[in-house]
T-cell receptor, first 111, second 113 residues
């Protein structure tokens, strides 16, 4: 059974640029949730996708957007990057309303 | 507004002894609680969970206790092993359609050999 994978591992971007992060869910899971973890903080919920539809959103601006594909993999897009977007971005897959299993994360640095 | 709080940033325990990690929450509507362990450069790993209708759940060396009246839960690790050294996050869920997790800030556990 393949676990949750994320790419890339690390990324450095300049303020104002756009970035796309990718996540492959665990086999059999139909739900993907994205979290942002700033240094010294716990992960914060960005949004969730269930069967290709957004299924809930946290307190993040519209420049954070996402997609889920028919194979349940997912993308997180962030436009107009700001310095405060520097963080570890975590993807978690699950069956809806069951325990979430996390990938290793993508470390984004905005300069 | 921090709905899930882990007030101890760090904890040091001797190998073989009990580790007790604590978590407090403010929202009485949470219906499910989880503990995750995180090593550096890895994502959080699910450890154990408990429904709000229970007060205890046990899985091997890990036991989670829930005190709803005090809005408090704790994770007990017995016996502690050096490989348990990691950051432990408490998380809570409101259930419903989204099941988003609300995390605490984590406690760094160091198990000394």
């Amino acid at each position: 059974e393949t676990g949750v994978t994320q790419s890339p591992t690390h990324l450095i971007k300049t303020r104002g640029q756009q970035v796309t992060l990718r996540c492959s869910s665990q086999s059999g899971h139909n739900t993907v949730s994205w979290y942002q973890q700033a240094l010294g903080q716990g992960p914060q919920f960005i949004f969730q996708y269930y069967r290709e539809e957004e299924n809930g959103r946290g307190n993040f601006p519209p420049r954070f957007s996402g997609l889920q594909f028919p194979n349940y993999s997912s993308e997180l897009n962030v436009n107009a990057l700001e310095l405060d977007d520097s963080a570890l971005y975590l993807c978690a897959s699950s069956l809806l309303n069951y325990e979430q299993y996390f990938g290793p994360g993508t470390r984004l640095t905005v300069t | 507004d921090q709905q899930v709080k882990q007030n101890s940033p760090s904890l040091s325990v001797q190998e073989g002894r009990i580790s007790i990690l604590n978590c407090d929450y403010t929202n009485s509507m949470f219906d499910y609680f989880l503990w995750y362990k995180k090593y550096p450069a890895e994502g959080p790993t699910f450890l154990i969970s408990i429904s709000s209708i229970k007060d205890k759940n046990e899985d091997g060396r890990f036991t989670v206790f829930l005190n709803k009246s005090a809005k408090h839960l704790s994770l007990h690790i017995v016996p502690s092993q050096p490989g348990d050294s990691a950051v432990y996050f408490c998380a809570a869920s409101l259930g419903g359609a989204t099941n988003k997790l609300i995390f605490g800030t984590g406690t760094l556990l160091a198990v000394q050999p």
